[in-house]
């Protein structure tokens, strides 16, 4: 009980000061709309290629949206040395860090509704495997919030968080099959989307939007969850090794 | 929850080493529950190293701490709930209020919402903030600011409380009133470890101090068993125009009950375990050209074992410390 007290606090308290943060209107709002206005409108295609781009644009808002509320939640804080606090708190490590991550899961789920209530009025959803994409998206934001973790440890200023994060989130907007088939990519690139853990959730909201994935979904379930408990556990590692000095 | 001779925090052989330099090396020392127990050092001594290690933020290379008889060498959260922790700077959540705050910091040790939010009105109150309770935190003063960083330390009424520079930076209101509230927490049982460069506060609050240089403890002993010493001991400060090594051979032979000693420009120390007389001593001066300022009394304390047993001018420790934080300090 103790430990679930702590743990919606700091969750409560993330949600409650950082969501309207700058860095997060800019990076995880306006820019994934700003993106999400130029792909619907600009695809040249007509609304027909609504639900082709639905998917890499439901991406790309979970995954700025998670990275921008991982630098402030966390770099800000270990900045600001309010952070020293919560790892003085008698949390666990494992829960304190659930707790820190919760909000940027949260901030990603909500984020790529804008782009699906803007679809809905453009297209027709009727056919969209809302059972599928719902864990999907989950997932997704689970694995671009933990990698937004192993960023914002890695850096002390909310600046190099958001500059490092770019580093990863552009090269994943081109090699993880968000726009671009993967099997439209040369042959020599692409073992490198295989090892990015935005391909498989993508694949995941292709095959439940338009039937077009390209990996059986179990198989990109599991690899999407061991990307989860991997970077996870490697966030925590460095945590430990970096902060408790 | 004491266990080795009434300790509640048991440090033995306590290393930590950063590359090549040693932080702090090989300290051992207890402290016994209930008491206030000074910690004092230079900058860069190894105080707040020392502490990081004791309250989990920091990992020990070597040797083993107890805390209220929980082995937590291998697992410093295991005591955590048992501690207060005051840092040196205020860390609280500059967009929260103060009120807000002090209840978030409660949920952290698990505090139920009622229980914490009574508890965080009652600190706004014992600390003069309740006017401020709904002002968030980075509007604060200086003094507010440190003054809710102690609040919050003491929240969920830990029966340890570790206090690192508490009243550096603030005003002299807030720092008696910081310092009152120390008091109050000792009477009621709470062990503090008390970390200051304030010689004369640690004097005033502590019950046993240890000297921390270069990570080693040099001294640790009671307040009153390390004043012992200057006891006793009657000093008188002369201001004058000019002393060398020739007048003071010549006071020397005429005053063979004191001992006499210069101390920076135009400064003489006259010192004696006999009371000392002035006026015979400016008599002499005025006889061989010699004006005095002035003459002035000083009380040895335990400033004057620090510099015996450090080597360290407590005043320069103090202006460091009150640079290193950009800000005046506090003590009256």
């Given at each position: 009980m103790r430990r679930w007290i702590a743990f919606w606090n700091i969750f409560m308290k993330d949600v409650r000061t950082y969501y309207l943060k700058p860095p997060n209107i800019s990076w995880g709002i306006i820019f994934p709309l700003a993106w999400t206005g130029m792909f619907f409108i600009r695809a040249g295609r007509g609304l027909e290629s609504v639900p082709d781009l639905l998917p890499g644009v439901m991406t790309i808002a979970i995954l700025f949206g998670t990275t921008s509320v991982l630098a402030v939640t966390v770099t800000f804080e270990k900045r600001q040395r309010s952070f020293d606090r919560l790892l003085l708190a008698p949390i666990c490590l494992e829960v304190l860090m659930l707790a820190k991550t919760g909000g940027a899961v949260l901030f990603g789920i909500v984020n790529p509704l804008v782009p699906i209530l803007i679809a809905s009025f453009l297209a027709d959803l009727s056919g969209v495997a809302w059972s599928l994409v719902v864990p999907a998206m989950l997932l997704i934001a689970i694995v671009s919030t933990f990698l937004g973790l192993f960023i914002a440890v890695s850096v002390s200023q909310v600046f190099e968080a958001q500059t490092f994060s770019n580093f990863f989130r552009f090269p994943m907007i081109f090699l993880c099959g968000l726009f671009l088939p993967i099997m439209d990519l040369p042959a020599y690139i692409r073992p490198l989307s295989y090892v990015l853990p935005l391909t498989y959730g993508v694949d995941i909201l292709h095959g439940a939007v338009r039937g077009a994935n390209i990996m059986p979904f179990a198989m990109d379930f599991a690899i999407l969850g061991a990307f989860c408990l991997g970077l996870f556990s490697l966030s925590l590692r460095n945590i430990n090794r970096k902060w408790i000095v | 929850m004491s266990s080795r001779n009434g300790a509640i925090i048991e440090v033995t052989g306590l290393t930590k080493r950063y590359g090549e330099v040693l932080a702090v090396d090989d300290i051992s020392f207890d402290v016994i529950e209930g008491e206030v127990f000074g910690f004092l050092g230079p900058n860069g001594a190894g105080k707040t190293t020392t502490i990081n290690m004791l309250t989990g933020l920091g990992r020990l290379d070597r040797g083993t701490v107890r805390i209220g008889g929980i082995e937590c060498t291998q697992n410093p959260k295991a005591a955590q709930h048992l501690l207060g922790i005051v840092p040196?700077?205020?860390?609280?959540?500059?967009?929260?209020t103060g009120f807000e705050n002090l209840s978030f910091c409660g949920a952290l040790y698990g505090m139920r919402r009622s229980e914490r939010e009574g508890r965080a009105r009652d600190l706004l109150k014992v600390f003069g903030l309740t006017d401020a309770a709904d002002r968030k935190f980075e509007t604060y003063s200086k003094g507010m600011k440190r003054k809710l960083t102690f609040a919050a330390g003491i929240v969920h009424e830990p029966p340890i409380l570790f206090l690192d520079e508490p009243t550096t930076r603030i005003d002299v209101a807030s720092a008696r009133q910081v310092r009152q509230i120390v008091s109050d927490l000792h009477r009621q049982g709470v062990t503090i470890f008390f970390t200051t460069h304030y010689i004369e506060e640690a004097e005033r609050l502590c019950e046993r101090i240890a000297f921390i240089v270069n990570g080693r403890i040099v001294k640790a002993e009671r307040t009153s068993d390390l004043l012992q010493p200057v006891k006793g001991r009657n000093v008188l400060l002369l201001s004058v125009s000019g002393f060398g090594d020739d007048l003071r051979d010549a006071m020397t032979a005429a005053f063979p009950a004191y001992l006499f000693e210069s101390v920076g420009r135009g400064q003489i120390r006259v010192e004696s375990t006999d009371t000392i007389n002035v006026a015979p001593l400016t008599r002499f001066l005025d006889e061989r050209g010699i004006q005095v300022a002035e003459a002035r009394r000083h009380l040895p304390s335990l400033e004057d074992i620090f510099v015996e047993v450090t080597g360290i001018e407590a005043d320069l420790m103090k202006r460091d410390k009150e640079r290193a934080g950009g800000g005046r300090g506090a003590n009256s």
């Open positions: - | 040196d700077e205020s860390n609280l959540y500059p967009e929260l």
